[in-house]
């Protein structure tokens, strides 16, 4: 099965500054990659996601990137704020999401 | 608009005790319904998942089961519960099971004391 791999598992950023989060996937087969925001004590918002035909997309302050050569996809935010703070989770899917175990983003004002 | 609700928010039960989670779906037809469990510091782990009422598909031995008596309706139960079972829980839907977003529920904070 699907197997992701997510770093770092915590990051701290001045505000204003950039924050990368990674993540490497095992199935060649995956095909869809979403990203996913939690707040404490909430569900996962979805925040953005990629497909496997595309190399990046963006939305405002973030961004996500592909390569399905290595296998590995990261998610960009910049211009950081303080409501960035929450965990990310990356996903991967050619069948069932697997999630990665998810990266505590804390912007520092 | 879709909406997902999920309760109760919160629950603490004793060791032994059974357990019944709700989770309903409205704005859509026939989703794809899944039990995720989160435990502390760690990802979501997939429990269980269905693609249609009474289609239950397990994806690791729990002490959980669930079902589906409506198409937009998803309960996740134990008959007795264990500490091992605390964690939080969450309620998910999706419109299909491939390549699709999956929308979740607000989840439910689950102590066995």
């Known amino acids: 099965g699907e197997n992701v791999e997510q770093h770092p598992s915590t990051l701290s950023v001045q505000e204003g500054d950039s924050a990368v989060i990674k993540c490497t996937y095992s199935d060649s087969a995956s095909n869809y990659f979403p990203w996913y925001k939690q707040e404490l004590g909430k569900g996962p918002q979805l925040i953005i996601d990629?497909?496997?035909?595309?190399g990046e997309k963006k939305d405002q302050r973030i961004a996500v990137t592909l390569n399905k050569t290595a296998k590995h996809f990261s998610l960009h935010i910049t211009e950081t704020q303080p409501e960035d703070s929450a965990v990310y989770f990356c996903?991967?899917?050619?069948?069932?999401?697997?999630f990665g175990s998810g990266t505590q983003l804390t912007v520092l004002p | 608009s879709q909406t997902i609700h999920q309760w109760p928010a919160t629950l603490v039960q004793p060791v032994g005790s059974p357990l019944s989670l709700e989770c309903t779906v409205e704005?859509?037809?026939?989703?794809?319904l899944y039990w995720y469990r989160q435990a502390a510091g760690r990802g979501l782990q997939l429990l269980f998942y269905?693609?249609?009422?009474?289609?239950i598909s397990s994806e690791v031995p729990q002490n959980l089961s669930a079902s589906r008596p409506q198409d937009r309706q998803f309960i996740l139960s134990s008959k007795k519960l264990l500490l091992s079972d605390s964690g939080f829980y969450l309620c998910?839907?999706?419109?299909?099971?491939?390549?699709?977003?999956?929308?979740f529920g607000q989840g439910t904070r689950l102590t066995v004391v």
């Open positions: 990629i497909r496997s035909n595309v």
């Open positions: 998910a839907w999706s419109l299909g099971q491939i390549n699709t977003e999956a929308f």
């Open positions: 704005g859509t037809s026939n989703p794809n």
């Open positions: 996903a991967a899917s050619g069948g069932q999401l697997t």
């Open positions: 269905s693609v249609g009422i009474g289609q």
